[in-house]
């Protein structure tokens, strides 16, 4: 059940509605969009209560059912769109947000000629993994904490926003402390207790669909962080598995509008996992983009073929700068800019 609350409803209104649904033995969760607020009742609904009494309540205006079982990842009106910010880059906002780097933090001085790289086209988020989440245990594991103080180091050096992920809950405070954004990985989307965790802290999560999510499944999952109470989850559609064994991964294009229509957080393609190949980053990007993608996360790297991990889908510099050129006239085209 989702109240619409009338215009002139100040936030004592809200705080007082709020202690009046606690009274009624239900759990609600408020949030203000464009100056209007809507209270979202979560739990405590039975065929026993009944609905028209809500509409009689002090500053209710409308009064509607919630049509997914997601509650807070639902948009409550169809311009209802989150914002996530950090430091001064606005996920979700009219500038496509790009993400790039390296598959895993490798050395400094492979992190700082990439952060160096992307501050001089104004790239603002450094992507870099710690802790690889591999399919074999003997393949490349990460480098922990050396890796991040390589990331965080240069990041401060060229003033950019990081993004690395986190496997475990043990992991987070360590992580949080050295990056900005926090990534959950594919494997782990349906991790419900690292999700749990991760709706305690402030940090941004960026949340990648699992291999074989539906929509459903990938929203009930951005609905436990939400719920937990971190607001701000940015969405990642990378890839899932069909029968086609060409790709790594099949890119799920509908899932952006999709996701869109039935969600108001931030949508993000990473093209890099959704191919698993080098030469399809730049046409799927673009595709991405001409979709209503709020942004990119692209795997690059100086010398892509040493690259420790994910090398056939990682692209070099000179790719990375045709990507953004041609991004540029799409980015308009849907009323965006790039960069
Ligand atoms: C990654 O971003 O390097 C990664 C492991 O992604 P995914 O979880 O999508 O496979
Ligand atoms: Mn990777």
């Not at 059940?1 to 007082?16: C, G, H, I, R, T």
């Not at 009494?53 to 311009?79: G, Q, W, Y």
């Not at 769109?81 to 993400?99: E, Y």
């Not at 996701?259 to 980053?281: C, F, N, T, W, Y």
Request: aromatic content about 6%.
């Amino acid at each position: 059940m989702l109240l619409y609350l009338k215009e002139e409803a100040s936030e004592s209104d809200v705080n007082n509605l709020m202690e009046r649904l606690k009274w009624m033995g239900l759990v609600a969760k408020s949030s203000g969009h464009m100056g209007a607020y809507t209270v979202a009742i979560l739990e405590g609904i039975d065929k026993n209560v009944d609905r028209d009494a809500f509409s009689t309540l002090p500053m209710v205006k409308e009064v509607r059912e919630l049509k997914h079982a997601f509650k807070l990842a639902s948009k409550t009106a169809p311009d209802h769109k989150s914002q996530v910010r950090i430091k001064d880059v606005a996920i979700g906002s009219d500038t496509i947000a790009i993400m790039a780097g390296p598959c895993s933090i490798e050395s400094k001085d492979q992190m700082d000629t990439v952060a160096a790289y992307l501050a001089e086209k104004k790239v603002q988020i450094l992507r870099g993994g710690a802790y690889k989440p591999r399919t074999s245990p003997y393949s490349f594991q990460g480098l922990g904490e050396e890796g991040m103080k390589f990331m965080k180091e240069a990041a401060d050096k060229y003033n950019l926003v990081t993004i690395s992920e986190v496997m475990e809950p043990d992991q987070i405070p360590l992580l949080s402390e050295y990056v900005d954004i926090l990534q959950v990985g594919t494997r782990n989307m349906q991790n419900f207790s690292l999700l749990k965790h991760l709706g305690k802290i402030k940090n941004p999560i960026f949340l990648k669909r699992g291999l074989s999510a539906t929509y459903q499944d990938f929203l009930m999952s951005a609905e436990y962080i939400l719920g937990h109470g971190n607001p701000n989850v940015i969405l990642c559609e990378r890839g899932i598995r069909t029968y086609e064994t060409h790709t790594r991964n099949t890119l799920d294009i509908a899932a952006v509008p999709i996701l869109q229509e039935l969600s108001h957080l931030p949508v993000i393609v990473d093209p890099s996992h959704a191919a698993g190949i080098r030469k399809m980053v730049r046409p799927l990007s673009k595709a991405a983009v001409a979709a209503g993608a709020d942004g990119l996360m692209i795997e690059m790297h100086p010398n892509p073929d040493e690259a420790f991990s994910d090398k056939d889908q990682t692209i070099d510099f000179d790719e990375f700068a045709k990507v953004i050129k041609e991004l540029k006239p799409i980015a308009k085209a849907v009323g965006k800019t790039v960069l």
